[in-house]
């Protein structure tokens, strides 16, 4: 069951082989969800989902495809989940959709499900692309919510919608950097990350 | 002078990268040097222009509720709009196939150029992301769809351009070793986009 290539598959993503950190994949939609917890984390969930299932599907179907329109039914597999996972957003947690807009869509384009396809379903059996799934949609969600913790917390002071940091503080003067908000202190904050996460591994370092 | 304002809006203010952080994949692996980074950026625009509209037709004529009203009144109630995803997808990337093979045909220098980067561009999120936005903002017309398409195109290649002629210059810069590579990437990024934000609120006519 989990065997140490298992452990790997899972684990790895975590930290050392992080989709967004290291893989450099799937900065595009993550960042613009971070403004705020609530939706990242949604949108975390929702990319764990899509990416197990994307995972195991093109594993079962990887041996029946032909490589010059693989691309295609990866994209077609993945466009079907997306749309599934959009429905029961739109029907359960309408007000988070309507935040999250189109970027529950751009999961399709999502570097990350067309990396992790190409790169480990289309060579490993189900259980194991199940498992580098789950994985990475972790290692991605992890640094969303890092991301948006510090966002909402430095930009709005507040963590999940309620308010954290007390009131003397604001008697104080101290005040809400509406800076964090905006959209370009994301790619900051995960430039910090980078740096403080390259700092600890020194194997990754670039020259 | 709709269209204009609509124009210089999609390039400046709801710049793809900047405002929306779309295609920032193929943004950060492809901006190393110059002379490449303005072909993707070409290949990019141009595919925007091309499926933009297309798009636009798709959601007018076959997906919004009733859309389907001219083929017969029985189908008025007819709201596919679910299906959205899959089929802009499915036109993406059969236009960048199209494409491909065109330009192969037709202009072997620049196919050799862009050769490993136009297949890339069927999963570049600027395209689709385009393509959604165009949805939700309901332009009155495929002109409109166009314009957004071209605009968003042209901020995407001015913001390429601008961050792969700083990266070469950085080249020869001492910056702190974890930093290096990816991590100045982004921050620089950032430091653009809040440049960027100077344009806010800017309106023509």
Known sequence: MLSKKNKEALFNPLSKDNPVLVQILGICSSLAVTASLEPAIVMGISVICVLAFSNVIISFLRKTVPTNIRIIVQLVVVAALVIIVQQVLIAYNYDVSKKLSVFIGLIITNCILMGRLEAFAMHNSPWPSFLDGIGNGLGYTIILVIVAFFRELLGSGTLFGFHVIPQWCYDHGYMDNGLMILPPMALITLGCIIWIHRARNKDLQEN | ?205
């Open chain 2, 1 to 205: 002078m709709e269209e204009l304002n609509l124009f210089i809006k999609s390039i400046f203010i709801d710049n793809m990268i900047f405002a929306y952080f779309l295609g920032m994949c193929s943004f950060l692996a492809v901006s190393k040097n110059v002379k490449t980074a303005f072909g993707l950026g070409i290949a990019v625009t141009f595919m925007l222009v091309v499926t933009v509209p297309i798009n636009y037709m798709l959601n007018k004529y076959v997906l919004q509720e009733g859309a389907l009203q001219w083929l017969s009144p029985a189908l008025a109630g007819v709201d596919l709009s679910f299906l959205g995803l899959i089929l802009f997808i499915a036109v993406i990337a059969s236009a960048t196939q199209l494409v491909e093979m065109a330009v192969e045909k037709f202009s072997p220098s620049l196919y050799a150029s862009l050769g490993i980067f136009l297949p890339l561009i069927a999963v570049n999120c600027a395209i689709l992301g385009a393509a959604l936005f165009m949805q939700q903002r309901d332009f009155p017309s495929a002109w409109t769809a166009t314009v957004y398409g071209a605009g968003s195109g042209i901020g995407w290649l001015l913001a390429i351009v601008g961050i792969a002629a700083i990266r070469e210059k950085i080249a020869y810069s001492d910056i702190p070793k974890p930093l290096r590579g990816v991590g100045i990437a982004f921050i620089i990024t950032g430091l653009m986009g809040i440049a960027f934000m100077s344009f806010l609120g800017i309106k023509l006519g």
